[in-house]
Structure formats: C-alpha cells, structure tokens
C-alpha cells in the first residue's frame, strides 16, 4: 500500500506509521504493549517495549488472523489489550465476507501469561445481560473497559437499528470479562454540528483520570479531515450509569490543524510515561486530500502526546506536545 506523508512540520512526526485506532497498555512491570487496526484490517498485531517511545522499532508479532469465511472474516478493527483478574485480553470488532458491515465486538483470550508468545483463544462475541434486548444486535464496534470503584465497565459505539444509523456512544457494568452486568446506557448521541459531518458518529471511547475525575474522550464525524475528538467527564464518586452525571464539552477537544500538519485526529488511548506524564496516544493524517474512501486510506498514523492540564484541572491537548517530534 502507497505510503504519503503529506507536508512534514515541526510537529507531525508519527510514532508508528500507517496503524490506526493506536492502543497502548503500560503493564505492571512498567514495559509498554502497542496494537492497532492495520491496513488490510485482516489480523491482530502486538509489540513490546521497555519505553513508549521504543514501540517504533520494536518488533510486530501477528497474534491472530481473520477466518476466510463467516464470523470474524472481515474488517478486524480497533484491537484493544487488557489485563483484567490475572489474564490477558483483546476486545476488537469484526464482520463477515458475506456482509461486511455487520461488525460486532468480540474477545480473544491469552492462555498464559505472555501476550506476545502464549497462543490465544477465541472467546466469541461479548455477552449482554440477561435483561438487555437491544446490545449488539445492529453495528457493534470500538469498545473499551476500564475499573472504578472495583466495578469493571464496558463502552462501546452501537449505530440505532432505524432511520439514519446514528453511531451512539453507550456503557455497562461488566459481570466478567465476556457478559455484562447491566443493560445499556445512552452515553452520548451526536448534538453537535462537528458531531455530524459527513456521517452522525460517536465512536472510540477512551477513558483518562486525573485528580477524581473521569475524562472519557470519544471521535465525532466520518473519517477524513473532519474527524475530529469530543470529550465527556464525570467524577470517581459519582454513578457512571447516570447519563445526567456526565458533563459533554460543547467544542472538540481536538481537530484538524492544517498549519502544524494533523487531519482527522482521532480514535486515541491514553497511557503514561514513567514519571507519571500522561499521554494521548491517537491516529491522524498529513494530508487532507484523501483518493476514495477514506476509511481504505492506509496512512492513518499514530501519534504521542504529552497531555497538559488547565487552571481548572482538565486535560489540554496540544500538537506541539508530540513525543515523536
């Protein structure tokens, strides 16, 4: 696949070219594990490093590979690895060569204790609760779990069944690793203006704490230069299953800036450096002008940066923080 860097700035230089919807895990001993969609969306790759800077050399390892046919045999997208209760995990969505985008969330399991090495094994689609009718039953994907409180949370993006496939942002409590708790919750519908460009899409969540507070940041719009990522917040006390508790910024906390060299940012993690740093890990163009779908371009690179906070304690997100630069 043709590689373009577009214009190069003083700031656009990228961690790890052409890996998408980036996920970076910081493990207990401190060493840090990358995974992301790659172009061909057909497999599941890994890397390991002592240092986050360090994962751009390190060597890929193909952990996982599409089947040829039926469940999980098209558009292997937004891998995410997790260390929950002593064992390995990797939530990532997938569709069928007969029906490419009836893309579902699903989990692969470590049978040791190396993620790198151990074989994994096939644990099927995440399970909804018992009481729930109405998850992932229409276009599942880009789900992410975090703990709080030592309850263990599942969000991910579902379009409605009905009318203009609106992509919505939604949470439950996790029972286990692969079934929920509790029902959905509507977390956030595209409301604003650059929440609706091209496409009406609230997608890859991704969840930041500082000082009590959680800071959930999603991607908003369709997948080019107007891609861009929104952010909700909410305190550790309060109930994560209230929608009302959640305070949504009204502007993007992040978007195209044609001046330092970024189109579409988007779909990012957070991790931190050794000091406690904290960093946006995120995907982005250098060029705006994009041959075809946009979604098939390969040069959708990841990037790192250090994430500033404000007077009022929250995050600021700043391209001339790029770690890679």
């Not at 030592?150 to 029972?175: D, R």
């Not at 286990?176 to 604003?192: C, F, I, R």
Request: with cysteine.
């Amino acid at each position: 696949m043709q590689n373009r860097n577009g214009r190069r700035t003083a700031y656009n230089t990228a961690l790890i070219e052409q890996r998408a919807d980036p996920y970076v895990l910081q493990a207990e001993d401190g060493t840090y594990y990358f995974t992301a969609s790659v172009p061909d969306y057909d497999r599941i790759v890994l890397r390991h490093a002592d240092t986050l800077t360090g994962l751009a050399d390190a060597e890929e390892t193909v952990i996982w590979v599409r089947h040829e046919e039926g469940n999980m045999s098209r558009h292997i997208w937004a891998p995410e690895l997790h260390y929950i209760d002593g064992r390995w995990y990797i939530y990532f969505a997938a569709s069928r060569q007969d029906d490419i985008w009836r893309l579902r969330p699903y989990i692969l399991c470590c049978e040791g204790q190396d993620p790198m090495k151990d074989a994994w094994k096939e644990l099927g689609k995440i399970q909804r609760s018992d009481d729930d009718i109405y998850s992932f039953r229409a276009f599942s994907l880009d789900a992410t779990v975090f703990q709080n409180k030592g309850k263990w949370y599942f969000v991910w993006a579902e379009k409605v069944s009905v009318g203009i496939q609106i992509s919505n942002l939604y949470i439950a409590e996790m029972e286990s690793p692969v079934k929920l708790k509790t029902a959905q919750v509507l977390l956030t519908t595209p409301d604003y203006a650059w929440e609706r460009r091209d496409i009406w899409v609230n997608e890859g969540p991704a969840v930041l704490r500082h000082n009590g507070r959680i800071y959930l940041t999603y991607s908003a719009s369709a997948t080019g230069e107007c891609y861009c990522m929104g952010m909700l917040s909410i305190g550790e006390e309060e109930d994560l299953l209230d929608p009302r508790a959640w305070k949504k910024e009204k502007q993007p906390v992040l978007a195209s800036d044609r001046e330092k060299g970024f189109y579409g940012p988007g779909h990012n993690c957070f991790t931190k450096l050794p000091d406690g740093t904290d960093v946006c890990i995120y995907h982005a163009r250098t060029y705006a002008e994009i041959e075809g779908d946009p979604l098939y371009d390969p040069n959708r690179h990841a990037f790192a940066m250090k994430v500033e906070w404000d007077e009022n304690g929250d995050p600021v997100f700043d391209y001339r923080n790029n770690l890679a630069q």
